[in-house]
């Protein structure tokens, strides 16, 4: 690698599934003495609120910030055992947009992330999270299964 790794984004929902992406990503920071943003994105409730009404939008997102703080607080534990400085981040915006665009405004050098295992119609329609980071991130970004 010819550029110093100094700041890396862990973006993480909280799944088994991202738990191997944390701990490559904490890894990798205790190496390169990085310090470490632990990243949740909280997605829109908007369209379902209008349908189902405000409290239901209240009490998703209280749900998800929930989630969030989880998610967040896990990677904060294993980057405190490890020795890695940690700062845990949820922000609102589509998953790989909030993912791309705190990378980008924060100057991140690496974004580390998790396949989510999306699979069949909604990977038709939607994409992946990590497929669309990895195509529209103007930094580096380590996709780990």
Not at 36 to 42: D, E, G, S, W, Y
């Amino acid at each position: 690698m010819s550029e110093k790794i100094e700041n890396i984004l862990i973006a993480t929902d909280g799944s088994e599934n991202v738990k191997n992406a944390v701990d490559w990503g904490i890894d990798l920071a205790k190496s390169t003495d990085a310090k470490v943003k632990a990243l949740f994105v909280i997605p829109p409730v908007g369209v379902p609120a209008a349908v189902r009404g405000e409290s239901w939008a209240e009490g998703a997102r209280a749900h998800l910030e929930k989630e969030g703080k989880e998610a967040t607080e896990y990677v904060v534990e294993l980057g405190k055992a490890a020795g890695v400085e940690v700062e845990p981040v949820t922000v609102e915006d589509h998953p790989s947009e909030g993912i791309v665009n705190f990378a980008k405004e924060n100057n991140m050098d690496l974004i580390v992330m998790g396949t989510l295992g999306a699979t069949g119609l909604t990977q038709l329609l939607l994409g992946s999270v990590a497929e669309n980071v990895v195509r529209h991130a103007k930094t580096s970004v380590m996709v780990v299964r």
